[in-house]
Nanobody
């Protein structure tokens, strides 16, 4: 059974940086398209970024483009999200997710999810 585990969340100041990691276990990460999503209190889960099986293609939401970088290391079954120039509106629970079929943007295209990691950005 494949599992995803996020880490790296925490508290950062406006303008600061954090790096999230998502470790894949139970199956090779290269099997999956993967993505990062976030959900703030009282809001729907939104797409942050997604990355193709070999990392050759990426997608970013307009709200994070130029500030966040998604990457993956299939040899070590890990995906990353480097978050720079953080803003208070980036505060949310961040989830990693995976699917085998398509480099999709919408959260409902992903069927394997981690438990999430909290990111809080203070003003």
């Amino acid at each position: 059974q494949v599992r995803l585990k996020e880490s790296g969340g925490g508290l950062a100041q406006t303008g600061g940086s954090l790096r999230l990691s998502c470790v894949v276990s139970g199956r090779a990460a290269s099997t999956y398209v993967m993505g990062w999503f976030r959900q703030a209190p009282g809001k729907e889960r939104d797409t942050v970024a997604s990355i193709s099986w070999n990392g050759g293609r990426t997608y970013y939401s307009d709200s994070v483009k130029g500030r966040f970088t998604i990457s993956r290391d299939n040899a070590n079954n890990v995906m990353y999200l480097q978050m720079n120039s953080l803003k208070p509106e980036d505060t949310a629970v961040y989830y990693c997710a995976a699917n085998e079929k398509t480099l999709a943007r919408a959260p409902n295209a992903y069927d394997i999810w981690g438990q999430g990691t909290q990111v809080t950005v203070s003003s």
